[in-house]
């Protein structure tokens, strides 16, 4: 075979792949929602450990008042369990780091049930990103929204920003 015809045959075989894992990845509406988030109440402390005068923080539980222009989302708790891995900062900011958990979002027509991810960043800002599926009256539905604290104070409310993507399913 001639490197001609064996180079034509390997593109055409990565055009075919190509091809196959090209197609829609998931067929579905998206609603774009914006959301907001308060009033944290502790719930668990969860464990506090200081290796190195670091901050750390397994497992602890919070709930807080969530409300959004859609109703699947709106006049809702969102529960969420807490794990943070911070460095101590000055006032007002006190600590920044990575953070993650679960969280279970729910009103009367369902919930929403995933993990999320973020950040407080040196200046006490904070970043969210919340991904999870629909139970109840929102089952097969999927929830990915991202939110923002613009204030090193934490009682500020958090803006959200994403979609609920409908698959049909």
Not at 24 to 33: D, H, I, L, N, S
Not at 43 to 50: A, M
Not at 77 to 83: M, P
Request: aromatic content about 14%; overall charge negative; some cysteine.
């Amino acid at each position: 075979m001639s490197t001609r015809v064996r180079s034509i045959m390997i593109v055409s075989i990565l055009l075919v792949l190509l091809g196959v894992t090209a197609g829609p990845v998931a067929a579905g509406t998206k609603t774009f929602v914006t959301a907001y988030e308060c009033c944290e109440i502790g719930e668990y402390p969860g464990k506090e450990f200081f290796p190195d005068g670091r901050y750390h923080l397994r497992g602890a539980g919070s709930s807080f008042d969530f409300w959004s222009d859609d109703p699947r989302l709106d006049d809702a708790t969102n529960r969420i369990t807490l794990n943070a891995n911070f460095v101590w900062m000055d006032p007002p900011v006190y600590a920044a780091g990575r953070m993650w958990g679960k969280f279970v979002l729910s009103n009367d027509g369902g919930w929403w049930e995933g993990t999320w991810t973020g950040v407080r960043e040196k200046n006490g800002f904070s970043y969210f990103h919340f991904v999870g599926k629909g139970g109840g009256g929102y089952e097969g539905l999927q929830l990915n929204i991202r939110g923002e604290r613009l204030d090193p104070d934490p009682s500020v409310t958090e803006v959200y920003h994403g979609y609920i993507l409908e698959t049909g399913n």
